[in-house]
């Protein structure tokens, strides 16, 4: 198959298609995956609307949250702990490859050192969820650990730069015959007519 321009929107693979375009990113997508919980139904009456925590200046994640859902329900979270696969939704999904391209990447373990009280707590917390209803109960009080059952998980296609930042904005690089999309951080779910939008307006200014 040939064609006269490339856009790239891989997601969690979007870093290794555009070095096979022969283009650096400048980055590595390195997967975090992030655990959800469910409230029950007989005490969704907790909580009405959106509710998000101020940010944290010194930390690059938001945090747990409240989101309501567009079918019903009510879910919390979600954490962001390295997953061992880039398709990793599931705690015990492993990619060898995948796996080894994060530990071996130097920016990975540059966040780590920039970060490791709140790494070592994500960690703690995802194995815990009275540590998880803690961190709600900083958004919601009454909140209980019997009132979570376990709901579904994502994996947030993160890119690090060398220095072991993350990329908080979103990155597009464009050449004469590709377009890369090589970081939509959120609210990239929301925004996503306006990205598409921008993107396709770049396409035809080609």
Not at 63 to 69: N, P
Not at 85 to 113: M, P, Q, V
Not at 144 to 168: F, H, N
Request: aromatic letters at 10%; one cysteine or more.
């Amino acid at each position: 198959m040939r064609s006269s321009l490339l856009i790239n929107c891989a997601g969690l693979q979007c870093d290794r298609i555009a070095r096979l375009a022969g283009v650096d990113p400048g980055v590595r997508i390195v997967p975090f995956r992030g655990k959800y919980y469910q409230i029950k139904p007989e005490r969704q009456n907790l909580v009405r609307n959106l509710i998000y925590p101020v940010p944290d200046p010194r930390f690059p994640f938001l945090g747990v949250h409240f989101t309501r859902l567009i079918h019903g329900g009510i879910e919390a979270g979600p954490n962001a702990v390295l997953a061992f696969s880039r398709e990793g939704y599931r705690k015990t999904n492993f990619n060898a490859r995948d796996l080894f391209d994060a530990l071996s990447y130097g920016g990975f373990w540059r966040f780590l050192r920039r970060y490791p009280s709140m790494c070592w707590f994500e960690l703690r917390r995802s194995f815990s969820r009275d540590l998880f209803c803690q961190s709600l109960q900083r958004l919601v009080p009454e909140i209980q650990p019997d009132d979570l059952d376990t709901g579904g998980s994502g994996v947030r296609a993160q890119a690090i730069k060398p220095a072991g930042e993350l990329e908080q904005d979103f990155l597009l690089i464009a050449r004469p015959n590709a377009l890369h999309v090589l970081n939509a951080p959120s609210p990239a779910a929301t925004a996503s007519l306006a990205i598409g939008a921008e993107i396709a307006g770049m396409v035809e200014s080609k």
